[in-house]
């Protein structure tokens, strides 16, 4: 199975902050990455889709980038909204696999 | 709008079974696959099982393979997820979700538990 390297694990950030995420898959997997925001009781929100492509309705603030094996999911200026866990994930391959998460809390 | 809504959840004893369903409504079921994903208490996302949009193929993850059968009805565009010999480590909240990803059920809490 393709491994999914997320960091960090979590961050301390002030609102007004840009904040960045990074992913690494264990072999390529062109641009078949996703990001997803999870808050605490909720299901997962999908954010990104093909590395880069934001889904409707989603905030501009939120960008991606990267392809092959490295990926990034930047946040412009952290909201308190935007206080959660952020997850990768490939769908490269129907075995899915996530990364870690990265939670992002108030600093 | 794509909606998905799981049921099925529960408290089980350990070595118990459980079948989990999924609606689905507002795509075309039928031409689309289909996965489980799983979060056990306090921790990240861990894919389950996968289904073609017929049922033609099924994948499973290493944790679950010969104890859980993934499933589809496409005439009632439900999901299923049947789930045998049950242990505490299946524990989690288990959400469906289409394929690609980018939609999920709210997801049905699974308690394995004595």
């Known amino acids: 199975d393709i491994q999914m390297t997320q960091s960090p694990s979590s961050l301390s950030a002030s609102v007004g902050d840009r904040v960045t995420i990074t992913c690494r898959a264990s072999q390529g997997i062109s641009n078949y990455l996703a990001w997803f925001q999870q808050k605490p009781g909720k299901a997962p929100k999908s954010l990104i889709y093909a590395a880069s492509s934001l889904q409707s309705g989603v905030p501009s603030k939120f960008s991606g980038s990267g392809s092959g094996t490295d990926f990034t999911l930047t946040i412009s200026s952290l909201q308190p909204e935007d206080f959660a866990t952020y997850y990768c994930?490939?769908?490269?391959?129907?075995?899915?696999?996530f990364g870690q998460g990265t939670k992002v809390e108030i600093k | 709008q794509v909606q998905l809504v799981e049921s099925g959840g529960g408290v089980v004893q350990p070595g118990g079974s459980l079948r989990l369903s999924c609606a689905a409504s507002g795509f075309t079921f039928s031409s689309y696959g289909m996965h489980w994903v799983r979060q056990a208490p306090g921790k990240g996302l861990e894919w389950v099982a996968f289904?073609?949009?017929?049922?033609?193929?099924?994948y499973y993850a290493d944790s679950v393979k010969g104890r859980f059968t993934i499933s589809r009805d496409n005439s009632k565009n439900t999901l299923y997820l049947q789930m045998n010999s049950l242990r505490a480590e299946d524990t989690a909240v288990y959400y469906c979700?289409?394929?690609?990803?980018?939609?999920w059920g709210q997801g049905t809490l699974v308690t394995v538990s004595s």
């Open positions: 994930q490939q769908y490269n391959s129907y075995r899915w696999t």
């Open positions: 979700a289409k394929d690609p990803g980018w939609h």
């Open positions: 289904i073609r949009y017929d049922g033609s193929n099924k």
